[in-house]
Nanobody, 124 residues
Framework: VQLQAFGGGSVQAGDSLRLSCAASGRTFSSHGMGWFRQAPGKEREFVAHIRSGGSTYYADSVRGRFTISRDNAKNTVYLQMNSLKPEDTAVYYC???????????????????WGQGTLVTVSS
């Protein structure tokens, strides 16, 4: 599986952005998909996850503002980000993995495949 993330940009606080992650390969629908982010000088952190069956999970810092979704017909996973804050500024990465254990979906090492990242900058 190859992943390509796009849709980042520079916005003002309170604005919205939608990130997309396009995947190659015929087994996309079987993969759990995650979004992570990494701010300068910080470790990569979990943002959201969607399982192959559609169940979703979020970091507390984005719950209620961000929505993860997937379109298996298009081999694409999305991250709709609303009410953006300056602290959301980071490079956002999408990731994919098979047969992920629920207790580990917040761990970057759990995932098998990673996209190249897309930069989101939120100014106040």
């Amino acid at each position: 599986v190859q992943l390509q993330a796009f849709g980042g940009g520079s916005v003002q606080a309170g604005d919205s952005l939608r990130l997309s992650c396009a995947a190659s390969g015929r087994t996309f629908s079987s993969h759990g998909m995650g979004w992570f982010r990494q701010a300068p000088g910080k470790e990569r952190e979990f943002v959201a996850h969607i399982r192959s069956g559609g169940s979703t999970y979020y970091a507390d810092s984005v719950r209620g503002r961000f929505t993860i979704s997937r379109d298996n017909a298009k081999n694409t996973v999305y991250l709709q980000m609303n009410s953006l804050k300056p602290e959301d500024t980071a490079v956002y990465y999408c990731a994919a993995g098979l047969r992920l254990i629920l207790s580990t979906i917040r761990l970057p090492a759990t995932y098998d495949y990673w996209g190249q990242g897309t930069l989101v900058t939120v100014s106040s």
